[in-house]
């Protein structure tokens, strides 16, 4: 069992950036593939990136350029940056962890998920 909760999320003014983090309790989290989902109101939930238990990422067409993903081993923690922020950015963000060797890019994919943090864009 591995347990994830995400942190990090709130208000912030179009073009800034925040971090987000899910950290991981019960399990190291290098033992899993983990992804970030997020869900707009009115959306379904979306990929946005991962990492493999190799450290390598993927990230969605959407995605590239303005989002980083990365992983603290000593802080059993994955984080995601995201930079010029856009109204449209707007949504909950999740991460979600599963023991599988390859990533998937459905929710389908995880077995074990965050609480969600709440990103919102102001402009």
């Known amino acids: 069992q591995v347990q994830l909760v995400e942190s990090g999320g709130g208000l912030v003014q179009a073009g800034g950036s925040l971090r987000l983090a899910c950290t991981a309790s019960g399990r190291f989290i290098s033992n899993y593939v983990i992804a970030w989902f997020r869900q707009a109101p009115g959306k379904e939930r979306e990929f946005v990136a991962a990492m493999q238990r190799s450290g390598d990422t993927v990230y969605a067409d959407s995605a590239q350029g303005r989002f980083t993903i990365s992983r603290d081993n000593f802080k059993n923690t994955v984080y995601l940056r995201i930079d010029s922020l856009k109204p449209e950015d707007t949504a909950v963000y999740y991460c979600?962890?599963?023991?599988?060797?390859?990533?998937?890019?459905?929710?389908?994919?995880?077995?074990?998920w965050g609480q969600g943090t709440q990103v919102t864009v102001s402009s």
């Open positions: 979600a962890a599963d023991i599988a060797y390859n990533l998937g890019t459905s929710e389908s994919w995880y077995d074990y």
